[in-house]
């Protein structure tokens, strides 16, 4: 069975960093796309940075140049370096993968981490 552990997450004040992992463990094939998003309190999921099997990365407006997200594909885990951080960027933070589970199986299927609270105090 295919699953995401996030770890990383806390209580931090406004300016502070922290840095999430997520874990994919579990037999899979290849990995794909890998991402993080984010839900707020009473708001819709949304994405925050997602990046490619050639490190190719891309990142919502309001996190560009403060958020860095990086993947080892060795150890088929990915990461958000999150610095200078925000009251607004609190909210629980989702990990995203996309793989194939074997060779036979052409088809790619989509993973979620169970979510990790970042709450920012200002």
């Known amino acids: 069975q295919v699953q995401l552990v996030e770890s990383g997450g806390g209580l931090v004040q406004a300016g502070g960093s922290l840095r999430l992992s997520c874990a994919v463990s579990?037999?899979?094939?290849?990995?794909?796309?890998m991402g993080w998003y984010r839900q707020a309190p009473g708001k819709q999921r949304e994405l925050v940075a997602t990046?490619?099997?050639?490190?190719?990365?891309v990142y919502a407006d309001s996190v560009k140049g403060r958020f860095t997200i990086s993947r080892d594909n060795a150890k088929n885990t990915v990461y958000l370096q999150m610095n200078s951080l925000k009251p607004e960027d609190t909210g629980v933070y989702f990990c995203?993968?996309?793989?194939?589970?074997?060779?036979?199986?052409?088809?790619?299927?989509?993973?979620w981490g169970q979510g990790a609270q970042v709450t920012v105090s200002s």
């Open positions: 579990g037999t899979v094939f290849s990995i794909n796309g």
């Open positions: 990046v490619t099997t050639s490190d190719s990365a």
């Open positions: 995203n993968a996309n793989a194939r589970r074997s060779s036979f199986d052409s088809f790619i299927w989509n993973y």
